[in-house]
């Protein structure tokens, strides 16, 4: 079945510093990728998305490029905030019934120090 | 435009009680889907609907139900509560390519 695997947390940096976060997938077909913000006490917010290979999603700072030859989805900015902690899912959105039904990873907290 | 709203924001329950965990959305999304959130375990799906009066089971689907007779409305209930169902319950509502859109979720306690 499809399934999502994160790089484990807690991560901690400090601020301006880079970030990585690593995704990986097993998923038959073509799926679409996500991820996901979780900030304290709030519901998840799209980030960003790819729907096919080689595509980059980015968003405030954020990129990750679908790499179907790797299975992967890789979190990266450049240079983070402290407002930028929180905990970050990666997802994959399989196709069912006209729409599409996400697999989450587990969630990597990652925590920014001034 | 109030995106996914859910009532109520916070519940205990004690063993054996039932209750209706609320969901609406005014986006027009036919996909909309409920998940439980668990420490270290990510997000799990328990049910999702494509459309008014179209239901299946997610991943875990034991000792919930659900029924869509509004676009808008999407309730899950708690047949008889155990403390395995704590947790914390989001509503989503998704567009056909995929961008769900999450309400700020139910904290449940059961005792």
């Known amino acids: 079945g499809n399934s999502v695997t994160q790089m484990e947390g807690p991560v901690t940096l400090s601020e301006e510093a880079f970030l990585t976060i690593n995704c990986t997938y097993t998923?038959?077909?073509?799926?679409?990728l996500f991820w996901y913000v979780q900030y304290p006490g709030e519901g998840l917010q799209l980030l960003l998305k790819a729907t096919k290979a080689d595509d980059k999603g980015s968003n405030k700072g954020f990129e990750a490029t679908y790499r179907k030859e790797t299975t992967s989805f890789h979190l990266e900015k450049g240079s983070v905030q402290v407002s930028d902690s929180a905990v970050y899912f990666c997802a994959l959105g399989a196709h069912r019934q006209g729409a599409q039904k996400l697999v989450f990873g587990q969630g990597t907290r990652l925590t920014i120090n001034p | 435009n109030a995106g996914v709203t859910q009532t109520p924001k916070f519940q205990v329950l004690k063993t054996g009680q039932s209750m209706t965990l609320q969901c609406a959305q005014d986006?027009?999304?036919?996909?909309m889907s409920w998940y439980r959130q668990d420490p270290g375990m990510g997000l799990r799906l328990i049910h999702y609907s494509v459309g008014a009066g179209i239901t299946d089971q997610g991943e875990v689907p034991n000792g919930y139900n659900v029924s869509r007779s509004t676009t808008e409305d999407f309730p899950l209930r708690l047949l008889s509560a155990a403390p395995s169902q704590t947790s914390v319950y989001f509503c989503?509502?998704?567009?056909?390519?995929?961008?769900?859109?999450f309400g700020p979720g139910t904290r449940l306690t059961v005792t």
């Open positions: 986006m027009n999304h036919e996909y």
């Open positions: 989503a509502s998704s567009t056909p390519t995929g961008e769900q859109y």
């Open positions: 998923a038959t077909g073509y799926p679409s």
